[in-house]
């Protein structure tokens, strides 16, 4: 069991009188958390070292997933396709819906929820086959009740399966919209492949016959609704006929053509009136001209044709007649004889019967005035009258536009409405469904689930993630060390060397001596390792001559656990620095078990724990020299004293002080500080220690445990050596 020396009470017993020692001067290392340090590199070495338990998982893991493979029933996939024509389209305007988008995003999901929906499912189980129906109704008591179908507007009478008998038919459906196109998968998964192809076709079929059906529903009820709103709208318009007709004959308002009675009448006397009118005006300037010539009638020419009379055209012409006869006569027998003033008399008479016939016009002309001038008044009397009987009947017309309106509006809808009706009821027999089969499901020809193949590579995946996890987090919850990072992660303190593991002999050894790791002394190295191992026993050199204080080292050498090799160290590090021509003695301090005075001392001599134990001059102690040049110290085979009274005591310390006056090296040899407070009760007379463990062997809490025991002395410098490294699992 371990021992801490200063627990004991044998420090102030045996030791030397030293000064106290401040604690805060001691440098206690300070080691990362179990977490730290780990990279890809120590990931890569734990997947390395532990190869074995990852293996063994995956080919275990691989195993038990095919066995479960074994024990799953083999499903086969039905798979059946449809298009999906979601643009609505009217067959007689010729036009399409391609609003695109969001809308048919949301037309597409409606289509696909529908093709999941219990409706469907109902369709597909009223179905199937006997066989087929009584597989999923198993569990479903009460099937078989002959019920109208609610979905169904063929009107026959079906059975309705049972609610879960179509959730179980439901669970192996899976319907996916193909990409952002029209197309949509429709697939079956069951255990038998006939059944699942069976079962894929029959959801496309339904779903296409739901959708023509549904549509032909809609368009029957539309025209339903259609013949029973025209005839509503017939019997209205029949109606507003009727009202109006007895209106106008309690109102007396006869129609002409287009139009009334009374405004055919006023339009006609206006019409008159505007006539009579310029008559007058007409007739009063006859009449002034008239009056003009009867006055002068020299203006007989210029006389206006519209009153020019045929006996005053008659007396002109005789006047001329007369007057050429005059003139005639004048201008052979004179004025004065008879014939020229009967022509004379002639002309007068004929004068005086133009100015009775002017007379005669005047006169006629004023009677046409008068009775144009009459006329005009009657007119006028006959407007007033009939604009009177219009205003009277003003708000009669207002009744009577406004059931026209009424009777207008009734008649368009009515036209609208039938127009309507009679294309529903074309199309009620070329409807078409917004879906079709583009492909049926045919039998599988092999097992959709479990993919076997896929589902090894997988589990072997996985397994094998879970075997890298197990190895990596083995060798984080339960860490060893195997690697000089391992070493100074752990302990927080510097790892000096690493000594490869090697197979050692010793010249003229016994095999008993052999087996012992602190028997061999002389190496045989292979040449892959030699340099390794030269290199860490330099290594080891450099450090111990490397110390604070000036002039000769001592070096102390303890192991974690029995078999770490640390007395295999300490022979070689005196060995090699004797080698390189420094003075170097060996102190063998495992009192606990002798291994190297045992073997290589005679027993003759006194041993430094004889001269110790009596006192006597520390020169006295005998050594011998072994055929490297290093002078080994051996202890007492046999001792009535404990190892921490001899190496406790001041007489070691007098023992200790003698060597450094005549070697360069010290190396002290004792045992494991885990098992023993040994190493603690020397520590106080050397300058540096080593701390040797053995590679792949030690955990943290143990290296750790070791170098706190040491941190905690008044030691300049601890060190650790990495003994044993196997170059293949380091």
């Not at 590579?457 to 919850?477: D, T």
Request: proline letters at 4%; a negative charge.
């Amino acid at each position: 069991m371990a021992m801490n020396i200063r627990h004991s009470g044998l420090h102030t017993a045996f030791g030397p009188d030293l000064s106290p020692v401040d604690p805060m001067a001691l440098q206690v290392p300070q080691r990362p958390g179990r977490l730290s340090g780990i990279d890809a590199v120590f990931i890569l070495r734990a997947l390395r070292r532990q190869a074995r338990l990852v293996g063994i998982i995956l080919i275990a893991g691989l195993l038990a997933t095919f066995a479960a493979l074994k024990l799953v029933s083999p499903r086969y996939m039905g798979t059946a396709s449809l298009f999906l024509d979601i643009r609505a389209k009217d067959l007689f305007e010729g036009q399409t819906d391609a609003s695109g988008g969001a809308d048919d995003m949301m037309r597409i999901e409606s289509q696909l929820e529908l093709l999941r929906s219990k409706r469907i499912a109902g369709r597909v189980m009223s179905g199937l086959a006997p066989a087929d129906r009584t597989y999923f109704e198993k569990s479903s008591p009460g099937f078989g009740e002959a019920k109208a179908d609610a979905g169904s507007d063929l009107g026959l009478a079906v059975e309705e399966p049972t609610a879960a008998s179509i959730e179980q038919l439901l669970k192996g459906l899976v319907v996916e919209r193909k990409g952002r196109s029209y197309l949509v998968e429709v697939r079956y998964l069951d255990t038998n492949k006939d059944r699942a192809a069976t079962i894929a076709n029959a959801f496309v079929n339904a779903y296409v016959a739901d959708q023509l059906e549904a549509k032909q529903g809609a368009a029957r009820a539309a025209n339903l609704w259609l013949e029973q709103r025209i005839e509503e709208i017939s019997q209205e318009l029949e109606s507003y006929e009727r009202r109006r007709q007895a209106f106008r004959a309690a109102e007396d308002l006869i129609e002409v053509g287009d139009m009334s009675l009374l405004e055919r009448e006023i339009g006609d006397t206006a019409l008159q009136l505007t006539s009579a009118r310029t008559n007058v005006a007409a007739a009063a300037a006859k009449l002034e001209q008239v009056r003009k010539l009867a006055s002068d009638p020299k203006g007989l020419l210029s006389l206006d044709t519209s009153i020019q009379s045929p006996v005053i055209g008659e007396f002109r012409r005789q006047m001329g007649e007369v007057k050429r006869k005059l003139a005639k006569t004048a201008s052979q027998f004179g004025a004065s004889h008879p014939d020229a003033v009967a022509a004379q008399a002639e002309l007068k008479q004929l004068e005086e019967s133009i100015s009775l016939e002017l007379q005669r016009i005047v006169e006629n002309a004023e009677l046409e005035l008068e009775t144009e001038v009459g006329k005009v008044k009657l007119l006028d009397a006959d407007l007033k009258g009939l604009k009177s009987r219009s205003a009277k009947l003003g708000g009669s017309e207002v009744k009577l536009a406004e059931l026209q309106r009424e009777i207008d509006a009734t008649s368009n809808l009515y036209v609208t409405m039938l127009r309507r009706y009679k294309e529903t009821k074309a199309q009620e027999k070329l409807q078409t469904a917004d879906a079709y089969v583009v492909t049926y499901a045919a039998p599988a020809t092999s097992p959709s689930f479990p993919k076997t193949g896929l589902v090894l590579l997988f589990a072997g995946l996985c397994w094998a993630g879970l075997g890298a996890s197990a190895g990596v987090g083995r060798e984080i919850m339960l860490p060893v060390l195997r690697r000089r990072s391992d070493v100074e992660r752990c302990t927080g303190v510097q790892c000096i060397a690493e000594l490869p593991s090697v197979d050692l002999s010793e010249d003229g050894a016994q095999d008993a001596a052999k087996l012992n790791l602190l028997g061999p002394v002389h190496w045989q190295l292979d040449d892959h390792l030699a340099g390794r191992f030269n290199q860490g026993i330099l290594n080891l050199r450099q450090w111990a001559l490397g110390g604070a204080k000036d002039g000769p080292q001592v070096v102390l050498v303890t192991g974690v656990r029995m078999g770490d090799g640390c007395s295999t160290v300490a022979l070689q590090l005196a060995a090699y620095a004797a080698r390189t021509g420094l003075r170097a003695a060996l102190v063998d301090g495992n009192l606990r078990i002798s291994g190297i005075s045992d073997i290589l001392w005679s027993g003759t001599d006194l041993t430094f724990v004889d001269v110790v134990l009596s006192g006597d001059e520390p020169n006295r102690a005998g050594s011998f020299a072994t055929s490297r040049g290093v002078e080994v110290f051996p202890n007492a085979r046999r001792s009535t004293a404990t190892p921490l009274e001899i190496l406790g005591s001041r007489a070691m310390g007098r023992f200790i002080e003698y060597l450094r006056g005549h070697f360069d090296l010290i190396v002290i040899d004792t045992p494991p500080i885990s098992d023993f407070a040994d190493a603690e009760a020397i520590a106080e007379h050397v300058d540096s220690s080593l701390i040797v463990t053995k590679a792949g062997s030690i955990d943290h809490g143990e290296i750790n445990e070791a170098v706190e025991r040491l941190t905690h002395r008044p030691v300049p410098d601890v060190g650790v050596v990495l003994n044993l490294v196997d170059p293949e699992r380091a």
